[in-house]
């Protein structure tokens, strides 16, 4: 279809621009390097760490070509000339970051471009890697281009999903509903993270959590696709009011090695304080029938019981002097206050 000649002539391009920018060190050798450019978005992202993923681990690390985003959501990378074709884009979208639409991001995610298609790193070329991803983990080969096209179509969009939609939001309603559907993909997946990652996107763990939710998504594709964008809450543009409303039609797809967070143990009940008024009370009540209205007297020996519960807890379980018929009145709280009234019986 038209969309797809437009691609590929986007990619043509794009291989033109690398051929020219490449500069090999006195020839064409394997040594020579090249420019990628590439824009990072869901809405236009400034200081995303974007990078060549030259090892494949889902990661930006410290050996590999790295750069962060200007405001315009863009960088340029200068790559050896052999990744360019290759390498995939990683974009680590940190607490740090800001998008031009919705502001200073509030939980660290990450997106991906595909091996040598690198215009832009956006939710939806994000996609597009899971389904390369997805497949190969069902040991299917999946070119990008196809990969594309089950993501377009998935979605039933009529741009491709490897194109700069806010580029071309403003006059293309298909590219801004490319951009709705992208939005909505960076909410479920923020939705999604493991409570233990809400800020970090810096470690091989949620690397892997993050490539597992976007594979994830793939099955909600058809959800995000009937999230209808002119909705109220969606109307005056991206906002709280939005990423709810998107977040009650697409439910989260946590990553399945999300480690299930230990509900908090219960505070324990701080013992009450032993109250000597409340045991001289039980006390007048109970006791004082074997021994005696005033305890200071020590009939029966009831000061032994002076601060120490346990001693008369122990006397009503032990049946001393017949005292057990105490046991379901008497029990540790109610001996905690006689124990209190009997160290200070003059009360
Ligand atoms: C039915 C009579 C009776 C009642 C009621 C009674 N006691 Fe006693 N209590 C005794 C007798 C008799 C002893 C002494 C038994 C012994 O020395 O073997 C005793 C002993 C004790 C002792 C000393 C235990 C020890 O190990 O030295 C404590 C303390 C005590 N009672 C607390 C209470 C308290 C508190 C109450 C009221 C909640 C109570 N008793 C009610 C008859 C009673």
Same mark, same amino acid.
Do not use: W
């Given at each position: 279809m038209k969309v797809s000649k437009?691609?590929?002539t986007l990619s043509l391009i794009g291989a033109a621009v690398v $051929?020219?920018?490449?500069? =090999? #060190?006195?020839?064409?050798?394997?040594? #020579?390097? @090249?420019?990628?450019?590439?824009?990072v978005m869901d809405g236009l992202i400034q200081n995303a760490l974007v990078c060549v993923d030259a090892n494949n681990n889902g990661l930006c690390d410290a050996g590999e070509v790295q750069g962060r985003t200007d405001a315009n959501g863009q960088v340029t990378l200068t790559v050896p000339a052999s990744d360019v074709g290759t390498a995939k884009l990683i974009a680590m979208i940190g607490t740090d970051a800001i998008d031009a639409d919705t502001g200073p991001i509030k939980t660290a995610y990450a997106f991906t471009a595909p091996a040598g298609r690198h215009e832009v790193i956006s939710p939806l070329t994000t996609m597009v890697q899971a389904k390369i991803d997805s497949d190969e983990k069902a040991g299917k080969a999946t070119s990008v281009d196809d990969a594309a096209t089950y993501v377009q179509a998935a979605l039933t969009l009529n741009v491709s999903v490897l194109?700069?939609?806010?580029? %071309? %939001?403003?006059?293309?309603?298909?590219? !801004?509903?490319? #951009?709705?559907? @992208?939005? $909505?993909?960076?909410?479920?997946?923020?939705?999604? !993270?493991?409570?233990d990652d809400q800020t970090e996107m810096d470690g091989k763990k949620e690397a892997t959590q993050q490539n597992e939710t976007h594979i994830g998504l793939l099955g909600k594709l058809n959800d995000i696709k009937s999230i209808d964008f002119s909705h109220s809450s969606c109307a005056a #543009?991206?906002? &709280?009011?939005c990423d709810d409303f998107i977040k009650s039609k697409v439910p989260a797809v946590p990553s399945t090695s999300c480690v299930p967070q230990p509900a908090p143990a219960p505070a324990p009940a701080p013992a009450p304080a032993p109250s000597a008024a409340n045991g001289k009370v039980l006390y007048a009540a109970n006791c004082t029938g074997c021994h005696g209205a005033n305890p200071a007297l020590n009939t029966n020996n009831i000061l032994n019981g002076a601060n120490s519960p346990s001693t008369i807890l122990? &006397?009503?379980?032990?049946?001393?002097? =017949?005292?057990?018929?105490? $046991?379901?009145?008497?029990? &540790?709280?109610?001996?905690?206050?006689? @124990?209190a009234y009997l160290a200070t019986p003059g009360i």
């Open positions: 437009n691609h590929l $051929a020219l920018t490449a500069c =090999g #060190g006195g020839g064409s050798g394997p040594s #020579g390097t @090249a420019a990628i450019s590439t824009t194109d700069n939609y806010i580029a %071309r %939001r403003v006059s293309n309603p298909d590219s !801004k509903e490319a #951009g709705d559907d @992208a939005h $909505a993909l960076v909410v479920v997946a923020q939705a999604s !993270k493991c409570d #543009g991206p906002g &709280a009011a122990n &006397a009503i379980a032990t049946n001393r002097g =017949g005292m057990s018929f105490l $046991a379901a009145t008497i029990q &540790a709280p109610q001996a905690n206050d006689i @124990a």
